[in-house]
């Protein structure tokens, strides 16, 4: 079996850079649960597709060996440093490339020291595996890819691992929805911004745990629009690509706010 788990993660760094602040901890809790669930399921890469990694132009895979640094968020920069060190499996990556090239969709490795490497696959690494133990294969989010593409190439991710004989975990890094306070709150009364969007946030959580895939399918565009979901959900077609649109329900592990915007931390059953 190539895909061994696969889960859907925030990529805020509040939860991580803030664990102690109450609204938070329900998401850190589930992040807790989650990754114990992908140390159990032993894989030997993590495929992480992360939507703050944006590209132009093309398909960009993170090529180099090892990177290292440390990172200060964009929005959330009063909160503290994010500071990472992260082994790639160049094997795996460098077969992604070529296979997204041999797909017809442009395709290159990115291969350079101090690379900047983004809040979402940070946090995502930093929580799910804080040992940092399990290699990685990076691939960024092409702001002109549409789900289709991004379903198409999370398949073509996992057909790589296949041909190398390799188990590997799906990690979609995103939030739900993106309606964010504009004004400054205090952050131990964050909450869901919009209640319409609270709603939405947990129907798809539902039809998850259900594994209703037609509903999910049939939902999928309304919800990214209604709730002006993360990248429009293109960290879950990323997964789906992966597992070949096959799961048999879902748990979620945590779900509550980020500045208003919705998070969540989701298991799928595979």
């Known amino acids: 079996?190539?895909?061994v788990s696969a889960f859907l993660v925030t990529g805020s760094p509040l939860h991580f850079l803030r664990p102690d602040n109450p609204p938070w901890k329900t998401v850190i809790d589930g992040f807790d649960r989650a990754s114990r669930a992908l140390a159990m399921s032993r894989p030997d890469?993590?495929?992480i597709y992360s939507t703050q990694w944006m590209a132009v132009l093309d398909a960009l895979w993170q090529t180099r060996a090892r990177v290292s640094g440390v990172h200060v968020d964009e929005n959330w920069h009063e909160f503290g440093e994010l500071p990472f060190d992260m082994t790639v499996d160049t094997a795996l990556a460098n077969a992604c490339v070529q296979a997204t090239k041999a797909a017809g969709i442009t395709a290159k490795g990115v291969d350079y020291d101090q690379f900047p490497i983004d809040s979402g696959t940070i946090v995502a690494t930093r929580l799910l595996d804080p040992e940092g133990r399990i290699p990685l294969v990076m691939a960024a989010n092409n702001l002109y890819h549409n789900t289709a593409t991004t379903e198409r190439i999370g398949a073509l991710a996992a057909a790589a691992a296949r041909s190398q004989n390799k188990k590997v975990a799906v990690i979609g890094v995103?939030?739900?929805?993106?309606?964010v306070f504009r004004e400054q709150i205090d952050i131990q009364q964050d909450r869901i911004a919009d209640q319409n969007d609270d709603r939405w946030n947990?129907?798809?959580l539902r039809l998850m745990e259900k594994g209703d895939f037609p509903q999910l399918d049939a939902k999928g565009l309304i919800y990214a629009q209604e709730a002006r979901v993360d990248m429009g959900f293109k960290h879950y077609s990323w997964i789906k690509g992966a597992i070949g649109r096959r799961f048999f329900g879902a748990?979620?592990?945590g779900y509550g706010p980020a500045y208003g915007a919705g998070a969540a931390?989701?298991?799928f059953r595979l």
């Not at 995103?174 to 309606?179: F, M, P």
Request: glycine share 14%; no cysteine; proline share 0%.
């Open 1 to 3: 079996m190539t895909i």
């Open 45 to 47: 890469a993590l495929l």
């Open 265 to 267: 931390v989701v298991e």
């Open 174 to 179: 995103g939030g739900l929805s993106g309606t």
């Open 251 to 253: 748990r979620v592990h």
């Open 202 to 204: 947990r129907e798809i």
